[in-house]
């Protein structure tokens, strides 16, 4: 299912953007705390649809990082919901660390709209 909506997103974002490559590592962790954030914050505010809009690249971006890298699909779905699970709880705690990372994954996130 996931796989399906990935590639409804791709065909909407159209041409590809000039960015740079990140390792899955990055991708993942990204994914999740975006994922989380969008989820805890709901998609009501600007911020919110922000957030679901770096949510659905960095989901994207991992999925792309797992491809090339050899990765078997449903493993790495798996391992960005652990992500995802992880970052709510980091998040909802209020660490520090957890919403810099976030304010970093935002700003490498492209303009999707």
């Known amino acids: ?24 590592d990055e991708a993942v962790r990204c994914a999740g705390l975006t994922q989380a954030a ?7 505010s600007r911020y919110g649809r922000s957030l679901y809009d770096a949510a ?3 989901s994207l971006a991992a999925m ?7 990765r078997d699909p449903d493993a790495a779905e798996r391992e960005q919901t652990r992500a995802r699970l992880d970052s709510v709880k980091r998040l909802s705690a209020g660490e520090a660390e957890a919403r810099e990372v976030l304010q970093s994954c935002r700003q490498k996130t492209p303009r999707l709209g």
């Not at 590639?7 to 390792?23: E, F, I, K, N, Y």
């Open 64 to 70: 792309q990082a797992a491809t090339a890298a050899g």
């Open 38 to 44: 969008s989820e805890l914050e709901g998609g009501e």
């Open 1 to 24: 299912m996931f796989i399906a909506v990935v590639t409804a997103a791709l065909a909407v974002l159209g041409p590809a953007q000039t960015t740079r490559l990140v390792s899955y």
């Open 56 to 58: 659905l690249y960095w």
